[in-house]
């Protein structure tokens, strides 16, 4: 009665991650040869990695990103154009801690929506701030403001 107590109590106070590692450690027998502290430190370590996790999946879902891609999955050997040393250069992230803007060009299916995704699962990851947009929408931004008739 006193686990489903506590189980209950830690499910209130939202700490999911920990419930989820506390009744793996009561499955396992040999977790009864830690002591306490390294047991509560088992717990702590689950719940902090949960809540990471979580926050990182949460950035990833905002940031909207229309492809899940990996810049490792990039194929070099597609005639696209594409320079392995400017990848890893614009993988660096350099450009975003600079505030820098970051411009793809190229043909109809060359990949430029999944390089864009691809370098922007770093920066989402990291809690930073960006907008993607295509070049029709930039313009339809760009355009100045007309006046308005003020008496």
């Not at 905002?62 to 400017?86: F, N, S």
């Not at 370098?119 to 308005?148: D, E, G, I, Q, Y």
Request: contains cysteine.
């Amino acid at each position: 009665m006193l686990n489903q107590q506590t189980m209950e109590k830690l499910l209130a106070l939202r700490l999911e991650g920990m419930a989820q590692a506390l009744e793996e450690q009561r499955r396992q027998n040999d977790v009864s040869r830690l002591d306490f502290e390294e047991r509560l430190a088992l717990l702590v370590e689950r719940q902090w990695a949960w809540r990471e996790s979580r926050a990182l999946a949460a950035r990833l879902h905002h940031a909207q990103l229309k492809v899940a891609a990996c810049l490792e999955d990039i194929d070099y050997r597609h005639p696209r154009g594409l320079k392995r040393a400017q990848i890893e250069q614009l993988r660096a992230g350099q450009w975003v801690a600079q505030h820098r803007n970051c411009l793809i060009t190229g043909s109809t299916g060359s990949g430029k929506t999944y390089l864009a995704c691809a370098w922007l699962t770093k920066p989402a990851a990291m809690a930073s701030a960006f907008v993607t947009t295509t070049l029709p929408n930039c313009f339809a931004n760009c355009k100045t403001p007309r006046p308005t008739a003020a008496c």
